[in-house]
């Protein structure tokens, strides 16, 4: 799972820079009006809309914008969109696997966006079903450390709600589990008083490509790409970095 912690630790930073351009904000934002949509504007009967909700308040969306995103979704409010999701993949360069999981109103403008963004950063688009088969969805709950907060009293926290494996990303923890259990894993961690950043269903690689500095600058270059999309809501690739690698990027920075 190294190869998935240090992608998610970079996705973490990205993020930082993603909530700065906005994209990040509108994308909260449709993660909540879909969930609205689908099981009910009432957070506390809807799991899924309760954590995206609490995703974006913890990346400071506006109340006000997250408030009427529940309302355009349960339909208490007009001017919602007919939200479709939408799976991609393909290869990136040196062989990576990606997934692209695309939330749109408009199938052939997200297709063709995502068909530009891989064939001018070196990668293609593959028949479905040729890359999933390399990830596992996963359930995947952040948890910022704390002063007195360890690896072993997270684990404790959550290993009778099903999680599989809590992993050390720096500057936080990562739980996972099966994806059915995530929402257990996620409640168990708030019965022990243990704050969590983001609880998300996740494609987890079970398969990676290990990548040199040159290589990881041509993936991130894709997903870059690829996240500029404003119909592209995630991007999951198979890469694995190691520490070295991951020291050499940051001297990008």
């Known amino acids: 799972m190294s190869g998935h912690s240090k992608w998610a630790t970079t996705k973490h930073k990205k993020a930082a820079i993603d909530a700065k351009r906005g994209k990040l904000f509108a994308k909260m934002i449709k993660n909540i009006e879909v969930a609205a949509r689908t099981g009910g504007g009432d957070p506390a009967g809807n799991p899924t809309l309760y954590d995206a909700i609490q995703k974006a308040k913890r990346s400071s969306v506006p109340i006000d914008n997250i408030n009427r995103a529940v309302k355009r979704g349960s339909g208490a409010e007009a001017g919602g969109a007919d939200y479709a999701t939408i799976m991609y993949e393909g290869y990136g360069p040196n062989g990576v696997a990606v997934l692209i999981e695309c939330l749109t109103d408009n199938r052939n403008r997200a297709a063709s966006d995502v068909r530009v963004a891989m064939t001018r950063n070196g990668g293609s688009m593959a028949d479905p079903g040729s890359v999933s088969y390399m990830f ?33 990303l720096g500057d ?49 270059k894709l997903i870059d790409a690829l996240e500029d999309s404003d119909d592209v809501q995630n991007v999951f690739a198979n890469f694995d970095l190691s520490a070295e690698v991951v020291a050499e990027l940051d001297e990008d920075e």
């Open 136 to 168: 596992n969805r996963k359930g995947v709950v952040v948890v910022p450390k704390g002063d007195k907060l360890d690896e072993d009293t997270v684990m404790e926290a959550v290993l009778d709600a099903g999680a599989e494996e809590v992993n050390d």
């Open 172 to 220: 936080t923890f990562e739980v996972l589990s099966e994806a059915t259990d995530m929402v257990a894993v996620r409640t168990a961690l708030q019965d022990a008083g243990i704050e969590y950043d983001s609880a998300d269903a996740n494609f987890v690689p079970s398969v990676q490509v290990e990548l040199d500095a040159d290589g990881a600058r041509k993936i991130f």
